[in-house]
């Protein structure tokens, strides 16, 4: 492992040196001085950068390996989306600016508002959440808050499909939604019985995914959707993965009431590490008057702030995370209507070529044409070989291919979903698909070789549960350093 920063720290080293003030020199009154000094590293500026570029190589990151993690959708940043959103004009202004000095701010948040209406098929947009599961909670919020102006007090059940994504359940539960599991059927769409089964007047909605995150777009969601507002419930949809369908359907004509999109994996916007995200929720007409606090909206030729008559009141800090919607907007400009479409189209290609080719080697579950992702099981390998989806995913990363996500849907044992993104060229799958392949084939002929895998990390297997039951979450200094700072 390699050293922290303030282990290589040296008393006296510099990485800058700061001019002489020129300024006069103030004494503050001692209560408003810290006694200690400053425990930061002491470092020269080459080995400051040295540390840093040599702990940016152990990372896997999009900009140094294929990065197939389904439904993250960790698709190349174009670097032009980080110059607009480095824009003075942008990064110079402060969310307390008086409005009309911010006019143009505005004005390009709204032109966000209305492409991701166009996109989306709806008719009002904010921009305030600051990530997919916040947006959803939105959602949830704005749905409790339809019902309850319409008196509709018994409406206390969210119908959550089997295949959804973790933070649907948890995102109607912490709005205090009783949630129901809806299963999916053989073929991996919405179960129709069972849905029929469970609408009555006590669901609020529907959340639902589509295509769903086995990759599978629902055939029947019309039929699913007139159900659900047949019987006053209202439809919610996790948009997190729009880039299967953008400019070939539409949420809005699908007919979803609420939807929330993640602009930081469809639109470009880096994420992983828990970094900023922004999941923007968009409505319909008749739930534009619960829109949170900080949503723009046109008056009188001007942009302003105001809120809507019935507003759910404030999600989040001033307007967003504005420069990610920035990014998203810079994203959106650059690809145009056509552009957008094709960006699907070719996720979709990409999803189906590496499918087809992987398929007859692995155990596609729900085998059928996919949209920008598919997933694979390796439940008999397990039983047969003691090979688990976790042994093929540890040894991709001796080839610098990110892993694929693991046990996800929960629905298929041992999973694979694998998301290979628009942004990745015939080669880079070539390359994936071989890779796939020749693991596969160690299963009989050199399984302990996946078993000890990775081989070349500078971290190797981790014992997960020790992890997840023991964390050391604190540095110690070891014995031997010569360090003057432990991190407590
Ligand atoms: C990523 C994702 C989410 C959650 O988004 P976050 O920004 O991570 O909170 C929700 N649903 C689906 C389908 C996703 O892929």
Redesign the pocket.
């Known amino acids: 492992m390699s050293q922290l920063i303030f282990e290589l720290s040296k008393p006296g080293r510099r990485g800058v040196i700061i001019p002489a003030s020129t300024t006069p020199h103030v004494s503050f009154d001692a209560s408003y001085t810290k006694d200690d000094a400053i425990q930061a590293p002491e470092v020269a500026e080459i080995d400051l950068v040295r540390h840093y570029i040599g702990l940016s190589k152990k990372a896997m990151g999009v900009d140094n390996g294929f990065y197939p993690l389904g439904?993250?959708?960790m698709k190349y940043n174009p670097r032009i989306n980080e110059d607009v959103a480095n824009l003075a004009g942008f990064t110079q202004l402060h969310p307390l600016q008086p409005e009309h000095t911010v006019q143009g701010a505005l004005a390009a948040m709204d032109h966000l508002q209305d492409a991701l209406c166009e996109i989306t098929g709806m008719d009002g947009f904010t921009l305030q959440p600051a990530?997919?599961?916040?947006g959803?909670f939105t959602g949830m919020l704005l749905i409790k808050a339809y019902h309850e102006a319409n008196q509709d007090y018994k409406r206390t059940k969210v119908i959550v499909p089997d295949a959804a994504?973790g933070?649907?359940p948890a995102s109607a539960a912490m709005v205090g939604y009783d949630v129901i599991t809806l299963p999916s059927n053989a073929l991996g769409h919405v179960d129709m019985d069972a849905l029929k089964a469970m609408l009555d007047d006590t669901v609020a909605a529907l959340m639902l995914?589509n295509p769903n995150?086995l990759g599978l777009f629902d055939p029947n969601i019309k039929a699913i959707a007139d159900l659900v507002h047949d019987h006053g419930g209202l439809l919610y949809y996790?948009g997190?993965?729009l880039n299967a369908i953008m400019g070939l359907s539409r949420p809005g004509d699908m007919g979803f009431d609420v939807v929330h999109l993640?602009l930081?994996?469809t639109f470009s916007t880096p994420?992983g590490g828990g970094g900023p995200?922004s999941?923007p929720v968009g409505v319909n007409e008749r739930l534009i008057p619960f829109l949170p606090n900080g949503t723009i909206i046109k008056e009188a030729g001007r942009l302003t702030i105001k809120n809507a008559p019935h507003t759910i009141g404030r999600i989040r800090s001033f307007y967003g995370n504005f420069l990610v919607n920035m990014r998203a907007l810079t994203y959106i400009l650059i690809n145009g209507a056509e552009g957008l479409k094709e960006v699907s189209l070719n996720a979709i290609l990409n999803a189906n070529y590496m499918m087809e080719k992987l398929k007859d080697t692995y155990h596609v579950a729900y085998e059928q044409t996919c949209m920008h992702e598919f997933v694979v099981s390796l439940e008999k390998e397990k039983a047969n070989h003691g090979i688990t989806a976790k042994d093929i995913a540890k040894s991709l990363l001796d080839f610098n291919i990110h892993p694929p996500t693991m046990y996800f849907p929960q629905i298929v044992n041992e999973a694979l979903m694998i998301e290979p993104n628009e942004t990745e060229s015939k080669e880079t799958l070539d390359h994936a698909i071989d890779v796939l392949i020749h693991l596969y084939s160690l299963i009989k002929d050199d399984p302990q070789a996946l078993l000890d895998a990775p081989h070349t990390t500078p971290v190797k297997r981790v014992d997960d549960v020790r992890a997840a039951r023991n964390p050391i979450l604190k540095y110690k200094e070891s014995e031997s350093s010569d360090s003057f700072f432990v991190i407590e």
């Open positions: 439904s993250c959708t990530a997919g599961a916040h959803e994504h933070t649907n995914t995150t996790d997190a993965n993640n930081h994996k994420h995200g999941g």
